[in-house]
């Protein structure tokens, strides 16, 4: 994390959380395929090294940056972030059984794996920013 935290800090939080979102998408997709236990470590230890820390720096540091250019509360933005999280976590497994049980194991990686690519889709479409995290003048 503290890599990727000075990359924000330096680039932005553009590169790091694009980035995230194509190496959640490449290894969730890849994990169907894993063949041993040592093949699906490495996958995990990727999901876990690369993906998950470098995006919660950049994505933390947009929540923040982005709730202060309203006027909000980040203690507040932070809250409802971990609400959602908690329910995620709760829900997630459940919906994930139910796809897995109905078509295969690998389905509820590919579902996730597209939604990184939908989350990505969705990011490019909204206002530049600068490198400091701002919106960028018209």
Do not use: K, N, Q, Y
């Amino acid at each position: 994390a503290p890599l990727a935290g000075r990359t924000v800090d330096r680039f932005g939080t553009e590169s790091p959380i694009r980035w995230g979102l194509v190496m959640a998408a490449v290894v969730l997709s890849l994990t169907p395929l894993a063949a041993s236990v040592v093949t699906l470590s490495l996958l995990t230890i990727l999901a876990l090294g690369l993906v998950i820390a470098g995006g919660l720096s950049a994505g933390g540091t947009l929540l923040t940056r982005s709730v202060e250019d309203v006027g909000g509360s980040v203690v507040a933005a932070s809250a409802m972030v971990m609400l959602c999280i908690s329910v995620g976590e709760a829900l997630g497994p459940l919906f994930a059984t139910g796809l897995a049980h109905m078509s295969s194991d690998g389905a509820p990686m590919m579902a996730l794996a597209g939604l990184s690519l939908a989350t990505l889709a969705l990011f490019a479409i909204r206002p530049a920013r600068t490198l400091t995290g701002r919106h960028a003048a018209p």
